[in-house]
């Protein structure tokens, strides 16, 4: 579960250090884009715009769908992160209820030595 | 008994893990300074449930707690939250009940809802809890995780606007 974060953010950042991919994101904060849009605006080869964005892919920071003959592109969080996150959220309700329950247990355990020393007497 | 060091972890001293172990399965585990009756005691009560079920931290509060805790037994728990009229509810059965060392429950608020097996295993006079919640398919938990997203909106405005400022960040000078 933890190893693959850092690798996750790293992909993340080195999606992010190229000016071009960056400009992409932004566009596509905008709105979504084809790949031929993106190219044109960019005043790039297709086969260009086509490695940013699938750098950007890899990185989950876009995702990419293709209709009929049309790759469509917007901006997208990757499924592991967005899982690594939602586990991690989960993972703290669980410890804010267990660590509750932990007093529970103590007061349990104080109470059972107390019964057991009424029984004694 | 008296002769027995108590063993001195604090509150809140041991940790809570989860892990998804397969596409269909989650598993929670954390250790417990205290005696296994005493841990199945305080899952199986519906007043202490409602002590420890809905932590300060997560903003919501149970309204309402009920757990009839025998084979083929109901449970409902309701919770509040600040941000909502509306409330949310769990409920399911228990399938199995071993007093001590097993629960085993469904989730029936939605059609995919998971199977959840408790193991309490006793060591030392600390005990082991396993929570093992099983979906009936890959899709079921995917859903479920996302479902949960939806429903903390502020964790994708935080999502956003780190995005937004990666994205309009200048890199390295």
């Given amino acids: ?121 | 008994m008296g002769a027995t060091r108590e063993a001195e972890a604090k509150p809140g001293a041991y940790q809570t893990a989860v892990e998804r172990t397969s596409d269909r399965e989650l598993v929670v585990e954390r250790t417990f300074n205290g005696p296994a009756r005493i841990v199945f005691q305080a899952w199986t009560t519906p007043e202490l449930l409602k002590r420890w079920w809905a932590p300060k931290s997560s903003g919501a509060t149970l309204v309402s707690c009920e757990a009839d805790v025998r084979a083929g037994g109901k449970y409902r728990f309701e919770f509040g939250h600040p941000s909502s009229d509306r409330t949310m509810t769990f409920f399911g059965k228990y399938i199995e009940v071993v007093p001590n060392s097993r629960l085993v429950w469904t989730n029936e608020e939605s059609h995919a809802g998971a199977v959840s097996t408790l193991t309490f295993t006793e060591k030392d006079g600390k005990t082991l809890l396993v929570l093992h919640e099983v979906y009936p398919s890959k899709e079921a938990l995917d859903e479920a995780i996302k479902g949960m997203d939806e429903g903390l909106p502020e964790q994708y405005e935080q999502l956003d606007a780190l995005l937004a400022e990666l994205a309009a960040g200048t890199g390295r000078a």
Avoid: N
């Avoid at chain 1, 693959?4 to 932004?26: I, K, N």
């Avoid at chain 1, 566009?27 to 190219?39: K, V």
């Avoid at chain 1, 940013?52 to 995702?63: C, D, I, N, S, Y």
């Fill in chain 1, 1 to 121: 579960m933890v190893q693959y974060m850092p690798s996750r953010f790293d992909a993340s950042f080195a999606a992010l250090s190229d000016p071009t991919r960056r400009g992409v994101l932004e566009q596509l904060g905008r709105a979504d884009a084809s790949i031929t849009d993106l190219a044109d605006r960019f005043h790039m080869t297709l086969t260009g715009m086509k490695k940013h964005v699938g750098v950007l892919e890899q990185a989950g920071l876009v995702v990419t769908e293709k209709v009929g003959r049309v790759r469509t592109c917007r901006l997208g969080v990757h499924r592991l992160e967005e899982e690594a996150a939602w586990i991690e959220k989960y993972r703290q309700l669980w410890a804010a209820r267990f660590d509750e329950l932990d007093k529970i247990v103590e007061e349990l355990k104080q109470q059972e030595k107390v019964d057991g020393c009424d029984k004694r007497s």
